[in-house]
């Protein structure tokens, strides 16, 4: 009987190692899982972000073009021209008409 009692506690000590080296292997594993997860989901995050910068970019360069054709369309000597070309002319002699009555009068 002791034979069989001390096979008892060997094979308990052996389950005991056997959970505990089970145990460590699983948080390994675990962890390494999590770490290729945070990889992956790292590297996913990081292709958004350049496809928002690229965005980014050429909204700038569209705001810049704008704001280019808004001052060159703005300028006086473009207004000038846009008015010759509807018919407006500068005027070669001002008359001023004075009146005796006036036409908006506080009273």
Partial sequence: MKYRAKEKIKSKSGRKQLNLKSLM???????????????????SLGAKLANIESKT??????????????????????VQDRAGELGFIKPGRIVYIESENPVAKVQ
């Fill in 25 to 43: 292997w699983i948080i390994i594993l675990f962890f390494l899982i999590l770490k290729v997860f945070f990889t992956i989901k790292t590297a």
């Fill in 57 to 78: 970019h050429v909204v700038a360069e569209r705001n810049q073009d704008l704001t280019y054709e808004l001052v060159n369309s703005s300028s006086l000597s473009r």
